[in-house]
């Protein structure tokens, strides 16, 4: 789930199918209860989004800034962006993510 206001995002999230998980480990349990969220402000312009991080999962991320590529269709909203984000930084691998969202009120 992400919420947006006028200015600022949040967002909270969990693995897909978790509720199916044979908790037998400990690390069974950690994947079954475990979720992740992020907060902090963004910017557009045209067709970029750009997240400035203020609360994350991943300490290293918060205070930095999170650029995605957007569209919106109807009630859809897509987001699309690579991890890791920068990828003039090295040779790779990247990953790429395209988010649909779809608007409620």
């Known amino acids: 789930m992400k919420v947006l206001t006028d200015r600022h995002f949040m ?3 969990h693995a897909a199918k978790r509720d199916t998980l044979p908790l037998k480990s400990e690390m069974d349990t950690l994947r079954a209860y475990q979720m992740s ?3 902090g402000t963004y910017t557009t312009s045209g067709t970029t989004y750009i997240e ?3 609360i994350f999962v ?4 918060i205070g930095t ?3 995605a590529r957007c569209r919106i269709e109807g009630g859809l909203w897509y987001h699309s962006f690579t991890d890791p984000n920068d990828t003039t930084a090295g040779p790779g691998p990247y990953q790429h993510f395209i988010e649909v969202w779809r608007r409620l009120e």
């Open 37 to 39: 969220g992020g907060a």
């Open 65 to 67: 800034s999170f650029r």
């Open 58 to 61: 991943v300490p290293s991320w």
């Open 11 to 13: 967002f909270v999230g």
């Open 52 to 54: 400035h991080i203020d």
